[in-house]
């Protein structure tokens, strides 16, 4: 259970840097 959590957690986590990465790479940074 806490093994398949930490998985899934380490998946999305990746994704949604990735994602993030992307997204400030093409928008403006606010500072």
């Given at each position: 259970?806490l ?29």
């Amino acid at each position: 259970r806490l093994v398949h959590h930490s998985k899934v957690i380490s998946i999305t986590g990746k994704s949604y840097r990735m994602k993030d990465y992307s997204e400030k790479k093409t928008k403006t940074p606010k500072k």
